[in-house]
């Protein structure tokens, strides 16, 4: 069980109380909704950031010639597609030219498809592939995986704890953890002026960009029932990841844990 948790049968969606099983559903539902303009709403809604905390998440994880990454709740691929690019940049330097490769897993069928139809991705066809599975019971095999990412997505998950122990299953002994998220703010002059961008603009950009504004409601509502950086470490802790480290992003915007598998 989580702290997000309360009883054994409710868990958040946003500010609500929902069993699991809903919460999945809801979940699944919300992005189902916001596939086909997912990836313009993360410029918009970030002014472009997104893209540099993703940089940071790969340089941290140090990708390297012939790794395979799992990137769990990936969405339309933005990690897995940096983790190829700056591991054969590594391999170059190297002269290593075992090719790395990458795996996008997602429970939603809408997301990969809009992931598989971006035009940038063709160049990867052969290296990256993408599976329809949930990050609670992910259909690969122990000990697989060189590196695993989860940005955006650990939040969604009705039982974190489930998913964390899946994440130690399936990456191999020394395989690193980036798990990168909203999180919350460090500098507190700037949280009133954050709160109003959250709950004023970003639903409202939803309802005109994505025809969705419930779906960007729950975005803000989840990421402050989201645990804060320390509780979470401590849960990577729990999971049995070790050596786990917390950088903030854009004061507590967002974070990255990172960790070991023993
Ligand atoms: C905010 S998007 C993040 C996508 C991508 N990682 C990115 O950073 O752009 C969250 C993703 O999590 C997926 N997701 C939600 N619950 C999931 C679960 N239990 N297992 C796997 N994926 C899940 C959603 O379908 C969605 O694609």
Not at 27 to 56: E, I, T
Not at 111 to 134: K, T
Not at 202 to 221: C, H, K, M, N, T
Not at 235 to 256: C, K
């Amino acid at each position: 069980m989580t702290d997000e948790i309360k009883t054994d049968k409710t868990v958040s969606f946003g500010f609500e109380e929902v069993s699991p099983e809903e919460k999945v559903s809801r979940v699944k539902g919300v992005f189902q909704s916001v596939a086909g303009r997912y990836d313009l709403m993360n410029d918009l809604m970030s002014a472009g950031v997104h893209r540099l905390w993703k940089h940071d998440t790969i340089a941290k994880l140090n990708p390297q010639a012939g790794e395979h990454l799992l990137d769990v709740a990936g969405g339309t691929g933005d990690l897995a597609k940096a983790f190829i690019d700056r591991a054969d940049r590594a391999g170059r330097r190297r002269r290593r030219d075992s090719q790395a490769q990458a795996t996008v897993c997602d429970i939603n069928e809408a997301m990969l498809n809009a992931g598989r139809a971006r035009r940038d991705m063709a160049a990867y066809e052969g290296r990256l592939d993408w599976v329809c599975g949930d990050a609670q019971a992910l259909p690969f095999e122990d000990k697989t995986f060189d590196a695993l990412s989860i940005a955006f997505g650990i939040r969604n998950v009705a039982d974190r704890a489930a998913a964390l122990s899946e994440f130690r299953r399936v990456l191999k002994p020394g395989g690193r953890l980036a798990v990168l998220e909203f999180s919350h703010m460090t500098a507190p002059a700037f949280q009133k002026l954050y709160d109003a961008y959250s709950f004023s603009v970003i639903p409202r950009l939803g309802e005109v960009i994505a025809s969705d504004r419930e779906s960007y409601q729950y975005l803000v509502e989840s990421i402050r029932r989201f645990p804060k950086q320390e509780a979470f470490r401590k849960e990577l802790d729990t999971a049995g990841f070790a050596a786990v480290s917390v950088t903030n992003f854009s004061g507590g915007i967002a974070a990255l844990h990172f960790g070991w598998a023993a």
